[in-house]
């Protein structure tokens, strides 16, 4: 038995002497052709662009030292707060208990009178 022969035809040879064709442009590689205009429109949009975000980041940062001041600021207001309603039940409860002992003396006075009153 004999190999079966191949029935694919040969592949036509490419030649590597085919010059490219010239452009005004400089290439990276042999594929992509490189605009210096373009490059040079790039670096400047990059320019603005950091020159934007560094402008944004600044603003940031105020905000975020406004923010902090403010937070510190609450924090202060609150413990104030705290303070001062933990005088006024602290006053409170004093005042409470002299309207107590004032309820009781007064309570002790008026048993006499009312001694009296059952006796008229």
Known sequence: MSAPSSTTPPSPTVSND????????????????????VINQLEEQATIVAENLDTMMKNVQERMYEACNATQLSFTVYEQSVDDYESAINEAAKNTRKLIELCDALNQEFNGVSALASKM
């Open 18 to 37: 085919a010059q490219p064709k010239k452009s005004r442009y400089p290439y990276i590689g042999k594929e992509i052709p490189i605009d210096p205009q």
